[in-house]
T-cell receptor, first 113, second 113 residues
Framework: DAGVIQSPRHEVTEMGQEVTLRCKPI?????LFWYRQTMMRGLELLIY????????DSGMPEDRFSAKMPNASFSTLKIQPSEPRDSAVYFC???????????FGEGSRLTVL | GDSVTQMEGPVTLSEEAFLTINCTYT??????LFWYVQYPGEGLQLLLK?????DKGSNKGFEATYRKETTSFHLEKGSVQVSDSAVYFC????????????FGTGTRLTIIP
């Protein structure tokens, strides 16, 4: 079975540009999570969805960040406009109901110059 | 709110040494507890878990026991290998309907031959 698929794996962009990260969760999983990982702050939960509905977006840093899940097989995390401090590895993870076990993608490494 | 504290790294050991990585938690009630491992360039993957007090999770020679009296979930392995070099994350999840995992800061482990 395919795991969680994220794209792009690497993104280098300039400050002010729009960035869109994509995620395809594992089929049949009810939950989808977006995390950000940096050396300074470690692993931070940005937002998570249940059955395509956002449940908790309290970790989204500011209005420049937005996430959508239009259907069960696709989610996006958008940053507009991007800033150098957004440089990080962004992980998407999915989970079947009520197990607590997250399946992570390989991450999207974002560098904002 | 819930929190997880794990020993700071980095930890460097010789092959076949005994490993302990400490983890303590604070939570309302009795959460489920997890250890995740992140190999270089990859996303996190579940190593083991325990869902109630006195449960022992085990996988790939690693073990951790859910200790309610000390609110701990220390990770142990009797004889480490070079291939165990990775970053290890302790995590908790409330059992009150919230699917969020609270992660510790991670402990980087390096095993030298």
């Amino acid at each position: 079975d395919a795991g969680v698929i994220q794209s792009p794996r690497h993104e280098v962009t300039e400050m002010g540009q729009e960035v869109t990260l994509r995620c395809k969760p594992i089929s049949g999983h009810d939950y989808l999570f977006w995390y950000r990982q940096t050396m300074m702050r470690g692993l931070e939960l940005l937002i998570y969805f249940n059955n395509n509905v956002p449940i908790d977006d309290s970790g989204m840093p500011e209005d420049r960040f937005s996430a959508k899940m239009p259907n069960a097989s696709f989610s996006t995390l958008k940053i507009q406009p991007s800033e150098p401090r957004d440089s990080a590895v962004y992980f998407c993870a999915s989970s079947p109901s009520r197990t607590g076990e997250l399946f992570f993608g390989e991450g999207s490494r974002l560098t904002v110059l | 709110g819930d929190s997880v504290t794990q020993m700071e790294g980095p930890v460097t050991l010789s092959e076949e040494a005994f490993l302990t990585i400490n983890c303590t938690y604070t939570a309302t009630g009795y959460p489920s507890l997890f250890w995740y491992v992140q190999y270089p360039g990859e996303g996190l993957q579940l190593l083991l878990k325990a869902t109630k007090a006195d449960d022992k999770g085990s996988n790939k020679g690693f073990e951790a026991t859910y200790r309610k009296e000390t609110t701990s979930f220390h990770l142990e392995k009797g004889s480490v290998q070079v291939s165990d070099s990775a970053v290890y994350f302790c995590a908790s999840r409330s059992n009150f309907g919230n699917e969020k995992l609270t992660f510790g800061t991670g402990t980087r482990l390096t095993i030298i031959p």
